[in-house]
């Protein structure tokens, strides 16, 4: 039976049926991390430090041990020694340990009968202190005096003589920088900042764990990745990974923000000194904000030269970046990608990772790249404006392309960056007319997407019906695209196939639905497994007509004869296979595990109107477009939401969301009313547009989607921004009072 | 022989050198021949990286094949959001 081959006519790919999880999630049926209750449980709730760098020098919790309906404290001395690395850095950012190194810095938890108890219980748990000096932004905590957060964290990568704050160094490049500048025409050189972001999701951090003092247990947790939890937990509390089973709620939006863990360690460690019980644990809006992952804070320099023509001649950038109080600052995501949409002969990046007092960060949908992509975006458009160049053309002229040198270093296989700039050229917001204090802006962004380890199964029921078993949380409809990538592979309807999100329990290690990878990695897995089904469909056909395997293809959910001798027989359904499976050879099932190559980056261009109230210096988004390269759409519908979703986060991130330390290194704004999210009364309909390069690393051409999209649009709205005020902002976010003050500032 | 190219930051610790010819017909005997000539290179190698082989990216996968003439990049280690 041929099965290979590159798929070029689709049956259910590209069809849009509503997602499974539909009915249950708009009628309130699924259960989220928050949803779930059991006999005997406890509530969990955790003593955080009002300081932004303390050390602890003791915990008293007599009197919140003698309340009733308290059943266990915990504290640093209740988790293991020992641990290095990551594993540290987690442990130590779960429940500090000498130190609390950033406001929001958990310091002990307490399980107790009832929520308000374990509330109560917290508020009773002493803590004596000793402040420190503290330092929460990125240059400040490079400088020359900044308090040291933690001495010795720097790795073998950071030149001598660098502050300890400092842990890791980057730097790559190519060519010569300076013989490259001076082919250039103009040159430009800015400086750049933006301030960490949360990734904003709407269900908080939410978990029940139950753990035994033999170290074997349960939890349900709403996470992206529930073997990482798994892993991570059992690391920070020195038990077997295999020990605890973890089972993955529905989620409520992550962004990168639920690859980790924060509460999860905490639950088990409560639940093992609780005898056992159960512990739930919901983290509130101002907890999710003080004290889980938002992104880093940068601060950049950027420099690049172009041609009057407009070719880039060269381009550097060095690039400064805080992950608070542990290394971790995706800078080296940032030096990587700072010039990558671009063929250039010469050009330099320079990345540091710098510990700052502030939560440890978290990954952020295409972590490092919008940060970057601000940059470098901002001052191309500055050449081009300069030199009256149109900002398409001048992107297309530099584009890269299949065969391009990548600015990393590898050439890029089939991509689609130009295709992005030519739809986006030919589309009617292109040309749309702009009013008094109106500006459009233009920016491309790239991610490059993972591939990471996936395991699927595929069981056929005896109905002939299928059910599919992936282990990446379905964070963004992909209960629906693996549905439809099996429904393809078997030739069967979208609607007899079910997609079950499985517990560590019963598949192969997963890595989290992160990296633009759910629908490459486990659609890949969900197609490779569905043809080992039906090999084995087909030989059970074979076995029933008499003749060799390699005889019988298999075509719209039937196995058929195939060959000059395969023989007549009628064509032999798969509900027909499926009801004699016990009588022969028993059930069937498909199973494919990887970690596969073959993931494909996804470029995209936005192209935003804007207008600027001159009285005011609000930025009202007047029309939006996102291009962007899917290599395949499986589901359009949800491609789409993936473009949307990503826009509008970095319409937040550029506008108005932004970490706001006071003084004493706290945060300010540790709430929905004052860290600022877009709401759909601020925006228009974000327009979007398809562009279809298939990747040749998957059977049906995907590529991921789900992060490239947050990457233009810092650059875009500034651009726009900067054609609306005549002023080119080079901080974020471009809160009112900082474009007013622009509009008024009488200089360039 | 592979031809692996090791970004700027990382040739300080092979000697100075951009490219270093290295035999192995997998990944993991690329990075393992890494290290064996220059160990140097051992806690950026053990901290984890991609590598790039002719193009394709390939994280954490050691068996992946690697040819006479291929060309070798290290890179960062990436997953994602």
Same mark, same amino acid.
């Given at each position: 039976?041929?099965?290979?081959?590159?798929? /070029?006519? &689709?049956?259910?790919?590209?069809?849009?049926?509503?997602?499974?999880?539909?009915?249950?999630?708009?009628?309130?049926?699924?259960?989220?991390?928050?949803?779930?209750?059991?006999?005997?449980?406890?509530?969990?709730?955790? %003593?955080?430090?009002?300081?932004?760098?303390? +050390?602890?020098?003791?915990?008293?919790?007599?009197?919140?041990?003698?309340?009733?309906?308290?059943?266990?404290?915990?504290?640093?001395?209740?988790?293991?020694?020992?641990?290095?690395?990551?594993?540290?850095?987690?442990?130590?950012?779960?429940?500090?340990?000498?130190?609390?190194?950033?406001?929001?810095?958990?310091?002990?938890?307490?399980?107790?009968?009832?929520?308000?108890?374990?509330?109560?219980?917290?508020?009773?748990?002493?803590?004596? &202190?000793?402040? $420190?000096?503290?330092?929460?932004?990125?240059?400040?905590?490079?400088?020359?005096?900044?308090?040291?957060?933690?001495d010795g964290a720097a790795d073998f990568s950071v030149p001598e003589g660098m502050h300890p704050n400092v842990v890791r160094y980057f730097e790559s490049g190519r060519g010569e920088l300076e013989k490259g500048f001076?082919?250039?025409?103009?040159?430009?050189?800015?400086?750049?900042?933006?301030?960490?972001?949360?990734?904003?999701?709407?269900?908080?951090?939410?978990?029940?764990?139950?753990?035994?003092?033999?170290?074997?247990?349960?939890?349900?947790?709403? /996470?992206?990745?529930?073997?990482?939890?798994?892993?991570?937990?059992?690391?920070?509390?020195?038990?077997?990974?295999?020990?605890?089973?973890?089972?993955?709620?529905?989620?409520?939006?992550?962004?990168?923000?639920?690859?980790?863990?924060?509460?999860?360690?905490?639950?088990?460690?409560?639940?093992?000194?609780?005898?056992?019980?159960?512990?739930?644990?919901?983290?509130?809006?101002?907890?999710?904000?003080?004290?889980?992952?938002?992104?880093?804070?940068?601060?950049?320099?950027?420099?690049?030269?172009?041609?009057?023509?407009?070719?880039?001649?060269?381009?550097?950038? /060095?690039?400064?970046?805080?992950?608070?109080?542990?290394?971790?600052? @995706?800078?080296?995501?940032?030096?990587?990608?700072?010039?990558?949409?671009?063929?250039?002969?010469?050009?330099?990046?320079?990345?540091?990772?710098?510990?700052?007092?502030?939560?440890?960060?978290?990954?952020?949908?295409?972590?490092?790249?919008?940060?970057?992509?601000?940059?470098?975006?901002?001052?191309?458009?500055?050449?081009?404006?300069?030199?009256?160049?149109?900002?398409?053309?001048?992107?297309?002229?530099?584009?890269? +392309?299949?065969?391009?040198?990548?600015?990393?270093?590898?050439?890029?296989? @089939?991509?689609?960056?130009?295709?992005?700039?030519?739809?986006?050229?030919?589309?009617?917001?292109?040309?749309?007319? $702009?009013?008094?204090?109106?500006?459009?802006?233009?920016?491309?962004?790239?991610?490059?997407?993972?591939?990471?380890?996936?395991?699927?199964?595929?069981?056929?029921?005896?109905?002939?019906?299928?059910?599919?078993?992936?282990? /990446?949380?379905?964070?963004?409809?992909?209960?629906?695209?693996?549905? $439809?990538?099996?429904?393809?592979?078997?030739?069967?309807?979208?609607e007899n196939v079910r997609v079950n999100i499985s517990d560590t329990g019963a598949l192969g290690v997963n890595e989290p639905t992160h990296g633009s990878r759910a629908t490459?990695?486990?659609?890949?897995?969900?197609?490779?497994?569905?043809?080992?089904?039906?090999?084995?469909?087909?030989?059970?056909?074979?076995?029933?007509?008499?003749?060799?395997?390699?005889?019988?293809?298999?075509?719209?959910?039937?196995?058929?004869?195939?060959?000059?001798?395969?023989?007549?027989? @009628?064509?032999?359904?798969?509900?027909?296979?499926?009801?004699?499976?016990?009588?022969?050879?028993?059930?069937?099932?498909?199973?494919?595990?990887?970690?596969?190559?073959?993931?494909?980056?996804?470029?995209?261009?936005?192209?935003?109107? %804007?207008?600027?109230?001159?009285?005011?210096?609000?930025?009202?988004?007047?029309?939006?477009?996102?291009?962007?390269?899917?290599?395949?759409?499986?589901?359009?519908?949800?491609?789409?939401?993936?473009?949307?979703?990503?826009?509008?986060?970095?319409?937040?991130?550029? $506008?108005?969301?932004?970490?706001?330390?006071?003084?004493?290194?706290?945060?300010?704004?540790?709430?929905?009313?004052?860290?600022?999210?877009?709401?759909?009364?601020?925006?228009?309909?974000?327009?979007?547009?398809? %562009?279809?390069?298939?990747?040749?690393?998957?059977?049906?051409?995907?590529?991921?989607?789900?992060?490239?999209?947050?990457?233009?649009?810092?650059?875009?709205?500034?651009?726009?921004?900067?054609?609306?005020?005549?002023?080119?902002?080079?901080?974020?976010?471009?809160?009112?009072?900082?474009?007013?003050?622009?509009?008024?500032?009488?200089?360039? | 022989?592979?031809?692996?190219?090791?970004?700027?930051?990382?040739?300080?610790?092979?000697?100075?050198? !951009?490219?270093? !010819?290295?035999?192995?017909?997998?990944?993991?005997?690329?990075?393992?021949?890494?290290?064996?000539?220059?160990?140097?290179?051992?806690?950026?190698?053990?901290?984890?990286?991609?590598?790039?082989?002719?193009?394709?990216?390939?994280?954490?996968?050691?068996?992946?094949?690697?040819?006479?003439?291929?060309?070798?990049?290290?890179?960062?280690?990436?997953?994602?959001?």
């Amino acid at each position: 039976m041929a099965l290979d081959g590159p798929k /070029t006519a &689709y049956k259910y790919i590209g069809t849009t049926p509503d997602r499974p999880d539909g009915l249950d999630k708009v009628t309130g049926r699924a259960r989220y991390g928050a949803d779930i209750n059991v006999p005997g449980m406890l509530h969990g709730a955790v %003593v955080r430090s009002p300081h932004a760098h303390a +050390r602890i020098l003791k915990i008293d919790a007599t009197k919140a041990l003698a309340m009733e309906g308290v059943k266990a404290v915990v504290t640093r001395a209740d988790f293991p020694d020992g641990l290095d690395g990551e594993d540290w850095n987690l442990q130590e950012n779960c429940m500090a340990g000498e130190k609390a190194l950033y406001d929001g810095h958990a310091v002990a938890a307490v399980a107790a009968t009832s929520p308000l108890i374990a509330r109560d219980a917290a508020k009773a748990i002493v803590v004596d &202190y000793e402040p $420190l000096p503290h330092v929460t932004d990125v240059d400040a905590a490079m400088a020359e005096g900044a308090p040291v957060i933690r001495d010795g964290a720097a790795d073998f990568s950071v030149p001598e003589g660098m502050h300890p704050n400092v842990v890791r160094y980057f730097e790559s490049g190519r060519g010569e920088l300076e013989k490259g500048f001076a082919e250039a025409d103009l040159v430009i050189e800015k400086s750049f900042t933006t301030e960490a972001a949360h990734q904003g999701y709407i269900e908080p951090q939410a978990c029940l764990g139950q753990m035994g003092a033999d170290g074997r247990g349960e939890m349900w947790v709403t /996470t992206q990745g529930h073997w990482f939890v798994r892993r991570m937990s059992a690391a920070i509390l020195g038990t077997e990974a295999t020990g605890l089973r973890v089972t993955p709620s529905e989620i409520g939006g992550g962004f990168g923000g639920k690859t980790t863990v924060f509460i999860e360690p905490l639950s088990l460690a409560l639940s093992r000194k609780a005898g056992g019980k159960p512990v739930k644990m919901v983290m509130t809006r101002g907890e999710v904000l003080r004290a889980t992952g938002p992104t880093a804070s940068a601060s950049m320099d950027v420099k690049m030269g172009i041609t009057k023509d407009g070719r880039i001649t060269a381009a550097s950038g /060095t690039f400064r970046m805080q992950g608070g109080a542990f290394p971790g600052a @995706p800078v080296d995501v940032t030096t990587m990608l700072a010039f990558g949409n671009y063929d250039i002969e010469h050009v330099h990046q320079v990345g540091y990772d710098v510990l700052a007092n502030r939560p440890k960060q978290a990954a952020y949908r295409a972590p490092g790249a919008p940060m970057a992509a601000f940059a470098t975006e901002s001052v191309l458009d500055e050449l081009c404006r300069k030199l009256g160049l149109d900002p398409i053309d001048t992107r297309l002229k530099n584009a890269a +392309r299949e065969g391009t040198r990548a600015t990393f270093g590898p050439k890029y296989g @089939p991509i689609g960056l130009v295709e992005t700039l030519e739809a986006a050229k030919a589309h009617a917001n292109y040309h749309a007319p $702009l009013g008094p204090n109106q500006g459009r802006g233009v920016a491309s962004g790239y991610w490059m997407n993972h591939g990471g380890e996936t395991s699927a199964s595929v069981a056929i029921s005896e109905d002939g019906t299928v059910t599919v078993s992936i282990g /990446t949380p379905d964070i963004g409809g992909s209960r629906a695209s693996m549905a $439809l990538m099996a429904a393809e592979a078997f030739g069967v309807a979208y609607e007899n196939v079910r997609v079950n999100i499985s517990d560590t329990g019963a598949l192969g290690v997963n890595e989290p639905t992160h990296g633009s990878r759910a629908t490459f990695a486990s659609g890949l897995a969900t197609i490779r497994a569905a043809e080992d089904c039906i090999t084995k469909l087909c030989k059970r056909a074979a076995d029933k007509w008499g003749i060799d395997a390699e005889a019988v293809t298999w075509e719209d959910g039937c196995a058929k004869p195939s060959g000059p001798n395969a023989g007549e027989f @009628p064509p032999m359904p798969i509900a027909e296979i499926a009801a004699e499976m016990g009588e022969t050879g028993g059930p069937i099932s498909g199973h494919f595990e990887d970690t596969p190559a073959g993931f494909s980056g996804s470029f995209g261009t936005h192209v935003v109107d %804007v207008e600027v109230d001159p009285e005011t210096g609000r930025t009202t988004i007047l029309r939006y477009l996102v291009v962007q390269d899917a290599g395949k759409a499986i589901h359009p519908a949800y491609v789409e939401g993936q473009f949307q979703g990503g826009a509008v986060q970095g319409i937040g991130w550029t $506008l108005n969301e932004e970490y706001i330390y006071g003084q004493d290194g706290r945060l300010q704004n540790a709430g929905f009313l004052d860290y600022r999210v877009p709401v759909a009364s601020d925006l228009p309909m974000i327009d979007t547009v398809i %562009v279809e390069v298939p990747n040749p690393g998957h059977p049906y051409g995907v590529r991921g989607v789900g992060e490239t999209g947050i990457t233009p649009p810092l650059p875009a709205i500034a651009n726009a921004v900067r054609e609306a005020t005549g002023k080119r902002i080079t901080d974020l976010p471009l809160r009112p009072s900082r474009v007013l003050a622009a509009i008024r500032d009488k200089g360039d | 022989m592979a031809e692996v190219h090791l970004w700027s930051g990382l040739r300080s610790l092979a000697d100075g050198q !951009e490219v270093v !010819e290295v035999e192995g017909q997998t990944v993991g005997q690329v990075l393992d021949g890494l290290v064996a000539a220059h160990p140097g290179l051992e806690p950026a190698i053990k901290r984890g990286v991609s590598v790039a082989v002719d193009g394709q990216v390939v994280p954490g996968n050691r068996t992946h094949p690697v040819a006479p003439d291929s060309e070798v990049f290290l890179l960062q280690k990436l997953a994602g959001g």
